[in-house]
């Protein structure tokens, strides 16, 4: 299983992005996908996650009312819709699932299956 990561970049606060997280050779709505961030010198922290038995959506506090998960399952892709950008999402963005179907909150540990990767920076 592999995903891939697209569409960071550098942006200036206040702008928006588009993550999107895409899986060649398999179908993402049999798995539970989640966007985890690492910033330079710190631990990896779970941003999102969209469950595939009911389509609930978790946001971690900091970036609740800003930023918004979804899925197309015609594109077989998930995306991370993230507006009011801030200096403090500055980070490398994964995206990540696992098989059984729901998320278990924001933890990161849950996910078998990561990409590579995508930056976003957010600087004047």
């Known amino acids: 299983v592999q995903l891939q990561a697209s569409g960071g970049g550098l942006v200036q606060p206040g702008g928006s992005l588009r993550l999107s997280c895409a899986a060649p050779?398999?179908?993402?709505?049999?798995?539970?996908i989640g966007w985890v961030r690492q910033a330079p010198g710190k631990e990896r922290e779970g941003v999102s996650c969209i469950s595939y038995s009911d389509d609930s959506t978790y946001y971690a506090d900091s970036v609740k009312d800003r930023f918004t998960i979804s899925r197309d399952n015609a594109k077989n892709t998930v995306y991370l819709q993230m507006d009011s950008l801030r200096p403090e999402d500055t980070a490398v963005y994964y995206c990540a699932a696992h098989g059984s179907g729901r998320c278990r909150g924001l933890f990161v540990s849950q996910y078998a299956y990561w990409g590579q990767g995508t930056q976003v920076t957010v600087s004047s």
């Open positions: 050779g398999f179908t993402l709505d049999d798995y539970a």
